[in-house]
């Protein structure tokens, strides 16, 4: 029999997810408005499904090279340089993945030795620290603060700089917080990172899913490209999350490295959802033009209703969450949660499973239908006057 | 004419919904209420904004008897108005919901509705079809409707997602 000992100890000192708790608690639950998810509340474009059933009638059904259909990869390129003017070379620079998840994995262990340190920008995506331990790394969490609109800042970032550090991983527009970074907050911390030689991971899932300010790529500024690792995928803004189909583009050195992971470990990506990314990419455009007006709108509307309910809420630049203040409420972000679901029925994300920066704050996805957003917002303004 | 971004915005917004709140309205557009409401009075007196109707699924309805048909006509252009002389002779008809001018073998569609396919099929034959200008007509009558004007009739997907996720 198994025992708990024979486990890696790696293993053994992860800690499960704090989304695990709440998903199991409002998932025995009827008639909850969750503000909890964390994926878009459309179904992928009908002509992007077309093609993955038009793929499967035409028996695409074996593996595709490692990296990824090459017609895939071109397609890839192409967006990067219509959309970010990045250049990649898609035979040697892009590699297909299984949902960004994965290329974050395969970023961290074709980079990290054993000891090295990644700072991870927190509130963050609950993937990021674990991921790095996983590889061999320590993440070195640091906290962005709610005054500043969860912005980092160069200061910030060179304070926690070792002789040890290796990288810096950072997610713009953010998940849990929405905050979106512009290029003079890029350029700023493109000094510190020139200056202590640091690899960037940039999770860019959320790139077009930005409302205010144009999207800008860390690789795009100058002197960046070469030491970033981009990370990318479907699943965001072209609503396909179940899909599981990502992809990095990186400096040759780096892809190669990745690669050579992808191909034992993974093989390649699912065949069909390929064939899917390729019509999402060459007539999708559209559609994801339409969404992010669509979630814009709704972010506006969830935005000021806290505010006007009496959570204070910044106004997050991309993404589709909100990330409102629950400090005069006194309470923890977990009791908050639990209480508002228990009472109210609505779910949200306490701030905590994101970084212990998110504490005080709760993560409320706006990717739910209008009405369902009113709906919350009626219960939750009833929640807080009852308290 | 050229509108701004705002107003774009609202058009969008209210296009699948003429019956959002202004107040929800104007917090999505991120104006004040006061200045929707000028812009839609605006939009409205231009006659962008044309009508606020209501799609309605007739068919669920079993007090409603009504046949919908689309006919493709075939007509002579006069000269000096083209098509436009009997556009107009045909879309003054209350029974007639919509004519357009088309490229390909015919010239108008024309979409009729009336009480029963009797009342249709005298309409085409007694008015339509007697028309000067008209040629020939083509009468097809709509069995189903499974989606109009970008709206699907039958019930929507249920949310598939799953309820907490990261």
Redesign the interface.
């Known amino acids: 029999m198994i025992k708990t000992s024979y486990l890696s100890k790696t293993v053994q000192e992860l800690q499960p997810?704090g989304?695990r708790k709440?998903?199991d608690l409002?998932?025995t639950m009827e008639g909850?408005v969750?503000l909890?998810?964390?994926?878009p509340?459309f179904?992928t474009s009908w002509s992007v499904r077309e093609a993955a059933i038009a793929s499967l009638e035409q028996g695409h059904t074996s593996y595709t090279a490692n990296a990824g259909l090459l017609e895939l990869r071109k397609e890839i390129t192409k967006y990067m340089k219509r959309s970010f003017n990045l250049e990649y070379d898609p035979y040697h620079e892009v590699v297909v993945t299984v949902g960004a998840s994965q290329a974050l994995d395969i970023a961290m262990r074709a980079i990290i030795n054993p000891g090295e340190e990644v700072i991870v920008v927190e509130p963050s995506?609950?993937?990021y620290a674990p991921l790095v331990s996983l590889a061999g790394g320590i993440p070195v969490p640091l906290a962005t603060k709610g005054e500043n609109g969860f912005k980092l800042t160069a200061k910030d970032l060179e304070a926690v700089i070792t002789p040890k550090t290796k990288a810096l991983l950072i997610c713009s527009p953010n998940?849990p917080t929405g905050t979106q970074l512009n290029k003079e907050d890029l350029l700023a911390l493109s000094h510190i990172i020139e200056k202590h030689d640091l690899v960037v991971f940039s999770d860019e899932i959320y790139a077009e899913l930005a409302y205010d300010e144009e999207f800008v790529s860390f690789a795009s500024i100058n002197g960046m490209r070469d030491r970033t690792v981009v990370i990318n995928g479907f699943s965001k803004g072209f609503a396909m999350t179940g899909w599981r189909l990502g992809f990095v583009c990186a400096p040759y050195e780096l892809a190669e490295a990745m690669l050579k992971i992808h191909q034992y470990a993974m093989m390649c990506a699912p065949t069909m959802a390929q064939y899917a990314a390729v019509e999402a990419l060459k007539n999708g455009m559209h559609d994801v033009e339409d969404m992010r007006?669509s979630y814009r709108?709704?972010r506006?509307?969830i935005v000021?209703?806290f505010n006007e309910i009496g959570l204070d809420c910044h106004v997050p630049g991309g993404a589709f969450y909100a990330f409102p203040s629950i400090k005069k409420t006194g309470m923890t972000s977990e009791k908050f949660a639990e209480r508002l679901l228990l009472e109210e029925k609505v779910?949200v994300?306490p701030g905590s499973v994101f970084g212990t920066s998110g504490e005080g704050y709760v993560r409320a996805s706006y990717a739910?239908s209008?009405e369902q957003l009113?709906e919350a917002v009626q219960r939750m303004r009833r929640f807080l006057e009852n308290l | 004419m050229h509108l701004n971004t705002n107003e774009l915005?609202i058009l969008?917004?209210i296009e699948n919904?003429g019956r959002?709140d202004t107040a929800?309205l104007a917090?999505?557009?991120?104006v004040s209420e006061k200045d929707l409401e000028v812009t839609l009075k605006k939009l409205e007196d231009m006659k962008v904004i044309v009508r606020y109707m209501t799609i309605i699924d007739w068919a669920k309805v079993d007090e409603h008897q009504g046949v919908t048909a689309m006919i493709d006509v075939k007509v002579t252009p006069k000269r000096g108005v083209g098509f436009d002389e009997v556009a107009k002779r045909i879309y003054r008809f209350k029974e007639v919901q919509s004519v357009y001018l088309m490229s390909g073998v015919y010239d108008l569609s024309v979409t009729i509705e009336g009480k029963s396919m009797n009342e249709v099929a005298s309409f085409v034959s007694e008015k339509l079809s007697t028309l000067d200008s008209v040629i020939s007509t083509t009468t097809h009558f709509i069995l189903k409707k499974y989606k109009h004007d970008g709206i699907v009739f039958v019930q929507g997907?249920e949310?598939k997602?799953?309820?907490?996720?990261?």
């Open positions: 997810s989304i709440f998903f409002a998932a909850v969750s909890g998810v964390g994926e509340d179904v995506f609950v993937a998940n007006r709108a709704r506006n509307y000021k209703s779910a994300v739910s209008f009113q | 915005e969008k917004l919904n959002i929800d917090k999505m557009v991120d997907d949310d997602r799953i309820v907490v996720s990261p």
